[in-house]
C-alpha cells in the first residue's frame, strides 16, 4: 500500500477519534446564542489564537483533503467499477428529507407533492475560510454529453437542479439512474458528502409509472446494500418508526445496524403525550441502531410561505428544542439539531473513509488487472486498412491455431480449478482399460461353466484329454466382440470433449466476430464429423481383425505359463484335465487380447480425433482466406462486443486515474 494512503487512514482515525463532544456552551455559540457569559469573556474567547486549531480547521487540514480525494475518485466514475465510501439519504416521501438536506447546504432544495428527487443527487459541501464568497456547481452526463453550470448564488440551486432533473430523467414523474452533482463552498456549511436518493413512493399517481415504486427501491438498494455506504434514514418523528419503508430496507441490508443512523424529523407535528416515545427512540431504545439516532426541525410549508430564511430557521430550531420540556435534554447531549446533525455526519464519513483507505487502492489494482486482462482478449478492434485488416485475420487464426497445437500437445495454460482437455481425454482412456479388466475378472469366474458347456454341446471326434481348437476360438472370439460396443462409447465420449472444448477455443478467439465465428464452427464440424466416422469404421475394422485369433508364439507361451501359475485361482479340484487346459488357454488368449485393445483403441481415437482432426482442422482455417468469403464480412464486429471494448477501456483509464490520484495524494 502507498505510503500517503496508510497515513491518511492512521491520521483520519486519530482524528475521528479525538472528535469529542463539544460543551452546551460551545453548541449555543455555533447556533449564534449566548450564555451568561459576559461579552468581554465572549470577545476574549473569540480573539483566542487556540481557536485556530478548532475543529474546523482540524478538518480543514486533515479530513478534507481525503473527503476530497474520495469525491474526485466519485467524479472520475470509479463507483462504476467498485464501491466507495458514501453516505446516502433515505426515507419515505414527505420524509422531511429534503429539509434536511437544505438544511445542512444552506440551499433551497426542489419541492413538492410526489416524487421530488428523481435522479441520485450527489451533494459536495465544501467549508471555506470566513470571508471567501459562495460558489455552486452543477454537473450531470444527458446522452453521453457532460454538461456543467456555474451558481452565484444560493437562489439559482433550486431552479438548476429542477432543470437538471428533466434533462435527466425527462419531463413527468419517473426516475433515472444517471447522477446529478451538487458541489457548493461556503462558510456556512459543513465538510460532508452525501448522495440523496429519490423518497420511497408506496403507490404510483398520475403519470407515474406503474412499477415507480418497485423502481425507486431497486436503486435505494444498489446503494445501501454495498459496505461501503453508510444509510441515514430520514423519518418523520410523529409516525411509528417501524413501519416505515425506508428503515425496513435499510435493516434488510444492515439488520445489525452498524451502517445505518436515524434522523427524526417534524418534532413539532407529535402529538401531547407521545414526546415520552420520541425521546426513547432517540435515545436508541425502541428500534435499536448501532450509530443510534438525531433529531432536528427545519423550516415547514408555512415556513417557506412566509419567506423564513435557512438562517433564521436554524436560530428558530435551537430555540424550539432549547425550550421544549421533552426535546431539551436531547439538545444538551447533542442529539438534536441541524449543527449536531453536521458535526455528526462528519464524524462518520471521516471514521468510514478512515476504514476503507486501506482496502481501496488493493481494491483498483485488482480489479484494474482483472479489466485489463478482460480487454486484452477482447482485442484491439478492427483497423480500417485493407491490408492491415488481412493481417489482423491471418494473426486472428495464428492465435486460434496455435491454441489448438497447445491443446493436442497438452500444453495449453488452463486457470485455477480446471482441467486440460487432454487430462480428461486421458480419464476416458483408463475407464476402457478399467473395463477391459474387469471383463477379464469376470471372464475367470464364470470361464469354467462356459468351458463345460461348450465341451457339452460343441465337442467333436476328438478324444478326453485333447483340447477342440474351435471351442477355444469360439470363446475367445465371442468375449473380445463383446467389448466393442464399449469401445464405440468411450469413442462418442473422447468426441464430445473435443467438441466442446474446440468450440470453447473457437468462441474465445472470434467471439467478437459473429461471421468469422460461423464459418469456424462450420470446419469445426465438418471435420470432426469425418474423422469420427473414420474413427469408427477404424474401431470396427479392429474387432473384425480380432476374430482372427493370433498372438505371437513366445508371448503366447509367456502369457500361458503365467496363467497355469495362479491356476488354483480358477481351476477346482473336480475340473477335469482338458477343461482346465481350455480354461488356461482362454484366459491366456485373452489377456494378449485385452493388452492390445487396452492401447489400440485409444491409439485409433488419438489418431484420427487429435492428430487428423486439428490438423486437418488448421489447414481449413488458413483457407478460410482463399475462400469467397470478405475479408470486411469476416470481420465484421459484433454491436455488444464493441461496446464492451468502449466501456472496459473506460474502466481501466478510470481505474489508472484513481491508482494515480491515490499514489500522489498527500493526505498529511
Given at each position: 500500500?502507498?505510503n500517503?494512503v496508510?497515513?491518511?487512514?492512521?491520521?483520519?482515525?486519530?482524528v475521528?477519534?479525538?472528535m469529542k463532544?463539544?460543551?452546551?456552551?460551545?453548541?449555543m455559540?455555533?447556533?449564534?446564542?449566548?450564555?451568561?457569559?459576559?461579552?468581554?469573556?465572549?470577545?476574549s474567547?473569540?480573539?483566542?489564537?487556540?481557536?485556530?486549531?478548532?475543529?474546523d480547521?482540524?478538518?480543514?487540514?486533515k479530513v478534507?483533503?481525503?473527503i476530497?480525494?474520495?469525491?474526485s475518485?466519485?467524479?472520475l466514475g470509479?463507483e462504476?467499477?467498485?464501491?466507495?465510501p458514501?453516505?446516502?439519504?433515505i426515507?419515505?416521501?414527505?420524509?422531511?428529507?429534503?429539509?434536511?438536506?437544505?438544511a445542512?447546504?444552506g440551499v433551497?432544495?426542489?419541492?413538492g407533492?410526489?416524487?421530488v428527487?428523481?435522479?441520485?443527487l450527489?451533494?459536495?459541501?465544501?467549508?471555506v475560510?470566513?470571508?471567501q464568497?459562495?460558489?455552486?456547481?452543477?454537473?450531470?452526463?444527458h446522452?453521453?454529453q457532460c454538461?456543467?453550470?456555474?451558481?452565484?448564488?444560493?437562489g439559482e440551486?433550486g431552479k438548476?437542479?429542477?432543470?437538471a432533473q428533466?434533462?435527466?430523467?425527462?419531463?413527468?414523474?419517473g426516475?433515472?439512474?444517471?447522477?446529478?452533482?451538487?458541489e457548493?463552498k461556503?462558510?456556512?456549511?459543513?465538510d460532508l458528502?452525501l448522495?440523496?436518493?429519490?423518497?420511497i413512493?408506496?403507490?404510483a399517481?398520475g403519470?407515474?409509472?406503474?412499477d415507480?415504486?418497485?423502481?425507486i427501491?431497486?436503486?435505494?438498494?444498489?446503494?445501501?446494500?454495498?459496505?461501503?455506504?453508510?444509510?441515514l434514514?430520514?423519518?418523520?418523528?410523529?409516525?411509528?418508526?417501524?413501519t416505515t419503508?425506508?428503515?425496513?430496507?435499510?435493516?434488510?441490508?444492515?439488520p445489525?445496524?452498524?451502517r445505518?443512523l436515524g434522523?427524526?424529523?417534524?418534532?413539532d407535528l407529535?402529538d401531547k403525550?407521545?414526546?415520552?416515545t420520541?425521546?426513547?427512540?432517540?435515545?436508541?431504545l425502541?428500534?435499536?441502531?448501532?450509530?443510534?439516532?438525531?433529531i432536528?426541525?427545519?423550516r415547514?410549508q408555512?415556513d417557506i410561505?412566509?419567506?423564513?430564511?435557512?438562517?433564521?430557521?436554524?436560530?428558530?430550531?435551537?430555540?424550539?428544542?432549547?425550550?421544549h420540556?421533552?426535546f431539551?435534554?436531547l439538545?444538551d447531549?447533542?442529539?438534536?439539531?441541524?449543527p449536531?446533525?453536521?458535526e455528526?455526519?462528519?464524524?462518520?464519513?471521516?471514521?468510514?473513509?478512515?476504514k476503507?483507505l486501506?482496502k481501496?487502492?488493493?481494491?483498483?489494482d485488482?480489479?484494474?488487472?482483472?479489466t485489463?486482462?478482460?480487454?486484452?482478449n477482447?482485442g484491439?478492434?478492427?483497423?480500417?486498412?485493407?491490408?492491415q485488416?488481412t493481417?489482423?485475420?491471418?494473426?486472428?487464426i495464428k492465435?486460434?491455431n496455435?491454441?489448438l497445437?497447445e491443446?493436442?500437445r497438452?500444453?495449453?495454460?488452463?486457470?485455477?480449478?480446471?482441467?486440460?482437455?487432454?487430462?480428461k481425454?486421458?480419464?476416458?482412456?483408463?475407464?476402457?482399460?478399467?473395463?477391459?479388466?474387469k471383463?477379464?475378472?469376470k471372464?475367470?469366474?464364470?470361464?469354467?461353466?462356459?468351458?463345460e458347456?461348450?465341451?457339452?454341446?460343441?465337442?467333436?471326434?476328438?478324444l478326453?484329454?485333447?483340447i477342440n481348437?474351435?471351442t477355444?476360438?469360439?470363446?475367445?472370439?465371442?468375449?473380445?466382440?463383446?467389448m466393442e460396443?464399449?469401445?464405440?462409447?468411450v469413442?462418442r465420449?473422447?468426441a464430445?470433449i473435443i467438441?466442446?472444448?474446440?468450440?470453447k477455443?473457437?468462441t474465445?478467439?472470434?467471439?467478437?466476430?459473429?461471421n468469422?465465428l460461423?464459418?469456424?464452427?462450420?470446419?469445426?464440424?465438418d471435420?470432426?464429423?469425418?474423422?469420427?466416422?473414420?474413427?469408427?469404421?477404424?474401431l470396427h475394422?479392429q474387432?473384425?481383425?480380432?476374430?482372427?485369433?493370433?498372438s505371437q508364439d513366445c508371448?503366447?507361451?509367456y502369457?500361458?505359463?503365467a496363467?497355469?501359475?495362479?491356476?488354483?485361482?480358477?481351476?477346482?479340484?473336480?475340473?477335469?484335465?482338458?477343461?482346465?487346459?481350455?480354461?488356461?488357454?482362454?484366459?491366456?488368449?485373452?489377456?494378449?487380447?485385452s493388452?492390445r485393445?487396452?492401447?489400440?483403441?485409444?491409439l485409433?481415437?488419438?489418431?484420427h480425433l487429435?492428430?487428423?482432426?486439428?490438423?486437418?482442422?488448421e489447414?481449413a482455417?488458413?483457407?478460410?482466406l482463399?475462400?469467397?468469403?470478405a475479408?470486411?464480412?469476416?470481420l465484421r464486429?459484433d454491436?455488444?462486443?464493441?461496446q464492451?471494448?468502449?466501456a472496459?477501456?473506460?474502466s481501466?483509464?478510470?481505474l489508472r486515474?484513481?491508482?494515480h490520484?491515490?499514489?500522489?495524494?498527500v493526505?498529511i
Amino acid at each position: 500500500m502507498h505510503n500517503s494512503v496508510r497515513s491518511a487512514a492512521v491520521q483520519l482515525t486519530s482524528v475521528a477519534a479525538s472528535m469529542k463532544k463539544p460543551k452546551r456552551s460551545d453548541i449555543m455559540q455555533m447556533n449564534g446564542e449566548t450564555s451568561g457569559t459576559a461579552p468581554e469573556a465572549q470577545k476574549s474567547n473569540s480573539d483566542d489564537p487556540r481557536r485556530c486549531m478548532s475543529l474546523d480547521q482540524h478538518y480543514e487540514e486533515k479530513v478534507r483533503p481525503c473527503i476530497d480525494l474520495i469525491d474526485s475518485l466519485r467524479s472520475l466514475g470509479v463507483e462504476k467499477d467498485l464501491a466507495l465510501p458514501a453516505i446516502a439519504v433515505i426515507g419515505d416521501q414527505s420524509s422531511g428529507k429534503s429539509s434536511v438536506l437544505e438544511a445542512l447546504s444552506g440551499v433551497a432544495l426542489p419541492r413538492g407533492s410526489g416524487i421530488v428527487t428523481r435522479c441520485p443527487l450527489i451533494l459536495k459541501l465544501k467549508k471555506v475560510k470566513r470571508g471567501q464568497p459562495w460558489a455552486g456547481w452543477l454537473t450531470y452526463k444527458h446522452d453521453k454529453q457532460c454538461y456543467r453550470f456555474d451558481l452565484t448564488n444560493p437562489g439559482e440551486v433550486g431552479k438548476a437542479v429542477a432543470d437538471a432533473q428533466v434533462a435527466v430523467a425527462g419531463r413527468g414523474e419517473g426516475i433515472s439512474r444517471e447522477m446529478i452533482s451538487l458541489e457548493i463552498k461556503s462558510t456556512e456549511v459543513p465538510d460532508l458528502t452525501l448522495i440523496d436518493l429519490p423518497g420511497i413512493a408506496r403507490v404510483a399517481v398520475g403519470n407515474q409509472p406503474k412499477d415507480i415504486g418497485d423502481q425507486i427501491k431497486s436503486m435505494i438498494r444498489e446503494y445501501i446494500s454495498k459496505q461501503e455506504t453508510i444509510s441515514l434514514v430520514v423519518v418523520p418523528a410523529n409516525i411509528d418508526i417501524a413501519t416505515t419503508e425506508a428503515l425496513k430496507m435499510a435493516n434488510e441490508v444492515d439488520p445489525s445496524g452498524q451502517r445505518t443512523l436515524g434522523v427524526l424529523t417534524k418534532p413539532d407535528l407529535v402529538d401531547k403525550g407521545a414526546e415520552e416515545t420520541v425521546v426513547n427512540t432517540v435515545n436508541n431504545l425502541i428500534v435499536s441502531l448501532k450509530k443510534g439516532y438525531m433529531i432536528v426541525k427545519c423550516r415547514g410549508q408555512q415556513d417557506i410561505n412566509d419567506n423564513l430564511t435557512l438562517e433564521k430557521a436554524i436560530q428558530k430550531e435551537k430555540a424550539f428544542f432549547k425550550d421544549h420540556p421533552h426535546f431539551r435534554t436531547l439538545m444538551d447531549n447533542q442529539k438534536a439539531t441541524i449543527p449536531c446533525l453536521a458535526e455528526r455526519l462528519t464524524k462518520e464519513l471521516v471514521e468510514h473513509i478512515a476504514k476503507s483507505l486501506p482496502k481501496l487502492e488493493e481494491q483498483i489494482d485488482k480489479k484494474l488487472g482483472q479489466t485489463a486482462e478482460k480487454l486484452k482478449n477482447l482485442g484491439d478492434g478492427v483497423p480500417q486498412n485493407q491490408h492491415q485488416m488481412t493481417n489482423f485475420l491471418i494473426e486472428k487464426i495464428k492465435k486460434f491455431n496455435n491454441h489448438l497445437l497447445e491443446v493436442i500437445r497438452a500444453e495449453e495454460a488452463v486457470e485455477e480449478g480446471n482441467t486440460r482437455m487432454f487430462a480428461k481425454i486421458r480419464c476416458q482412456f483408463s475407464t476402457w482399460k478399467i473395463q477391459l479388466d474387469k471383463k477379464a475378472n469376470k471372464l475367470e469366474e464364470h470361464l469354467r461353466d462356459e468351458v463345460e458347456e461348450f465341451a457339452r454341446t460343441r465337442r467333436g471326434k476328438e478324444l478326453p484329454g485333447f483340447i477342440n481348437y474351435k471351442t477355444f476360438e469360439g470363446i475367445v472370439k465371442e468375449h473380445i466382440q463383446d467389448m466393442e460396443e464399449p469401445s464405440i462409447i468411450v469413442l462418442r465420449n473422447v468426441a464430445e470433449i473435443i467438441r466442446c472444448h474446440v468450440n470453447k477455443i473457437a468462441t474465445s478467439h472470434f467471439e467478437a466476430f459473429p461471421n468469422l465465428l460461423r464459418v469456424t464452427k462450420v470446419n469445426v464440424e465438418d471435420l470432426r464429423e469425418q474423422e469420427n466416422r473414420n474413427a469408427e469404421e477404424k474401431l470396427h475394422w479392429q474387432f473384425s481383425m480380432e476374430k482372427t485369433v493370433y498372438s505371437q508364439d513366445c508371448l503366447y507361451s509367456y502369457q500361458l505359463s503365467a496363467v497355469k501359475q495362479r491356476g488354483t485361482t480358477f481351476a477346482l479340484v473336480t475340473m477335469n484335465a482338458d477343461l482346465k487346459e481350455m480354461t488356461q488357454h482362454v484366459s491366456a488368449y485373452f489377456k494378449l487380447a485385452s493388452d492390445r485393445l487396452a492401447n489400440q483403441i485409444p491409439l485409433i481415437i488419438h489418431y484420427h480425433l487429435l492428430d487428423q482432426y486439428i490438423g486437418h482442422l488448421e489447414i481449413a482455417m488458413m483457407g478460410i482466406l482463399g475462400q469467397d468469403h470478405a475479408v470486411s464480412w469476416l470481420l465484421r464486429e459484433d454491436l455488444n462486443k464493441s461496446q464492451e471494448r468502449e466501456a472496459l477501456k473506460g474502466s481501466v483509464e478510470r481505474l489508472r486515474k484513481a491508482r494515480h490520484l491515490l499514489t500522489t495524494s498527500v493526505l498529511i
